[in-house]
């Protein structure tokens, strides 16, 4: 006898799967439960996969896989020796054709905009305000296992999403230096383009925290890039975030003073603002 292992959602898909490969019945099949498998937290985190082993008999024959069938080639005619140098010539491609291009983009800021698709083509292929909605129902019910009574607002333009959760206890929906606030913006943000082709950008908001924080990021960068620029020497910023880093990049890349810098790795990742040199112009001045 053999034993194979087979995959899948659940119990009852891996049972399908196994039955459709070997070729056998349900109520022949003979088999083991493994796992039985795992939708995780809301299906996004932790997920496992249900596990059979199926006992085969050694009399019987496993069917091979089917195969979709392919179109037969056609059937070359055999050419003589003596008609092969007549036979017309196969046109070979021109080395003046140009060559195919791959446009990448570079910089700290366009990361992903290649994969990205126009605001206009997002809109087209989906309907934005139905993905919304998922996205309410499944951030609400992520809150209301936290804190009871809470509301929660939506916006949506172009391919941007806007929640902005009241009521309930903000403190605790905000947690320690905003980590719990993080972590809903994470998980709905993969809830709603779990379901999608092209990527929507998500934001959750409790009490207007978000938008008061980034005020003082702004502010703070600012004030930074000052001190760095009079004092001549680099400033370094945080630990941050992936969000409060961008705010910061973002805030000081038109000022011609500064330049700005991610360093380190992981949660210990932090932002250095870097005074740019002054050029040298003949005769001496700075510029």
Known sequence: ???LEFQAKNVKKAVAKACKEL??????????INSYGSSGIFGL??????????????????ASPRRPNRPKKAERSPVSVETEADAPSVSQPSESAPPETTVVSTGPDSAGDTARPSASS????????DVS??????LQRLTDAITPDTAIACTADQNKISYNITDG?????????GQTLEALQ???EKAVNRKVDQRIIVEVDVAEYQAKRREKLIDQARRMA?????????????????QDRRIVHLTLKPDARVRTQSIGRGITRKLTIHPKKKRRQPGGRQS
């Open 1 to 3: 006898m053999t034993q």
């Open 23 to 32: 070729n056998i019945k349900a109520t022949d099949l003979k088999y083991q």
């Open 45 to 62: 985190v932790g997920a496992r996969r249900a596990k059979i082993s199926v006992t085969i008999p050694s009399d019987h024959s496993p």
């Open 122 to 129: 997002v809109s087209e292929a989906i309907d934005l305000a």
């Open 133 to 138: 909605e998922q996205g309410r129902i499944f």
């Open 169 to 177: 206890n903000p403190a605790v929906l905000i947690g320690k230096h």
């Open 186 to 188: 994470y998980l709905t």
């Open 226 to 242: 000052d001190k760095a620029a009079s004092n001549g020497r680099s400033v370094t910023i945080g630990p941050m975030s992936p």
